[in-house]
């Protein structure tokens, strides 16, 4: 059964920014006020606190998450997510919706601990080398990946039965390539899929193949690169 909406598969599902209306960014532990959910700043703190104060916040976190496994339903930074900082957040067995806004994982390996998972945002991956990890998590809905430099393949992403919205994005300034897009025509419930900043040839007949799919976004000009 289809869970986006027209608009979400028309604007996308995440938002340009993290966070969530109404609801405060958080640094450290004591702000969390116990709801589930959180839009978390607690790395990138040069000026605000000292290096030692730093360095407490985000251990505070790691514990946190690896003490209070099943705290959070939804979560997202905004600020780097260190591997440390990562693999405790795969600790959170009740997750639904994880956004990192950027981090300097390269080990995804932990996401195979949610069985929840239906809304994923990892943002520059650029030392992610394996795509593995992300194909065991079976009730995504959504997955928006960003910057994995060092993957071209995307075709493993066609286990993932239930994805209704596909984004493969390049950096800002630049782009990544894709081999192809034969993949998509496994994805039975993918509806909708944009390819910002990347490199991309199609043959007429792949065109076409993929036109035939109805899947929406696939050739907008305002979301890919020829």
Same mark, same amino acid.
């Given at each position: 059964?289809?869970?986006?909406?027209?608009?979400?598969?028309?604007?996308?599902?995440?938002?340009?920014?993290?966070?969530?209306?109404?609801?405060?960014?958080?640094?450290?532990?004591? %702000?969390?006020?116990?709801?589930?959910?959180?839009?978390?700043?607690?790395?990138?703190?040069?000026?605000?606190?000292?290096?030692? %104060?730093?360095?407490?916040?985000?251990?505070? &976190?790691?514990?946190?998450?690896?003490?209070?496994?099943?705290?959070?339903?939804?979560?997202?930074?905004?600020?780097?997510?260190?591997?440390?900082?990562?693999?405790?957040?795969?600790?959170?067995?009740? +997750?639904?919706?994880?956004?990192?806004? &950027?981090?300097?994982?390269?080990? +995804?390996?932990?996401?195979?601990?949610?069985?929840?998972?239906?809304?994923?945002?990892?943002?520059?991956?650029?030392?992610?080398?394996?795509?593995?990890?992300?194909?065991?998590? %079976?009730?995504?809905?959504?997955?928006?990946?960003?910057?994995?430099?060092?993957?071209?393949?995307?075709?493993?992403?066609?286990?993932?039965?239930?994805?209704?919205?596909?984004?493969?994005?390049?950096?800002?300034?630049?782009?990544?390539?894709?081999?192809?897009?034969?993949?998509?025509?496994?994805?039975?419930?993918?509806?909708?899929?944009?390819?910002?900043?990347?490199?991309?040839?199609?043959?007429?007949?792949?065109?076409?193949?993929?036109?035939?799919?109805?899947?929406?976004?696939?050739?907008?000009?305002? &979301? &890919?690169?020829?």
């Amino acid at each position: 059964m289809a869970i986006l909406t027209s608009e979400q598969l028309k604007n996308g599902y995440f938002r340009d920014i993290g966070g969530f209306p109404h609801v405060p960014v958080i640094t450290s532990v004591s %702000e969390y006020d116990g709801s589930g959910r959180a839009c978390i700043a607690c790395t990138q703190l040069a000026g605000r606190f000292t290096d030692r %104060e730093a360095r407490r916040i985000l251990r505070e &976190w790691i514990d946190f998450l690896t003490g209070h496994p099943e705290e959070f339903h939804t979560l997202h930074f905004n600020t780097r997510v260190p591997q440390s900082l990562f693999d405790a957040v795969c600790s959170q067995r009740n +997750l639904t919706e994880l956004r990192c806004k &950027w981090g300097s994982y390269a080990d +995804l390996s932990r996401l195979q601990n949610f069985s929840r998972l239906e809304y994923l945002y990892l943002g520059s991956g650029a030392s992610v080398q394996n795509l593995s990890p992300i194909t065991e998590l %079976e009730n995504l809905r959504v997955l928006y990946l960003e910057n994995f430099r060092k993957i071209s393949d995307y075709s493993l992403l066609s286990q993932l039965s239930n994805l209704e919205q596909l984004v493969i994005s390049g950096p800002d300034l630049g782009s990544i390539p894709i081999e192809n897009l034969d993949f998509i025509c496994r994805m039975p419930n993918l509806r909708s899929i944009w390819l910002p900043n990347v490199m991309l040839r199609l043959t007429s007949t792949e065109q076409n193949l993929l036109r035939s799919t109805g899947i929406q976004g696939v050739f907008d000009q305002e &979301w &890919w690169k020829l």
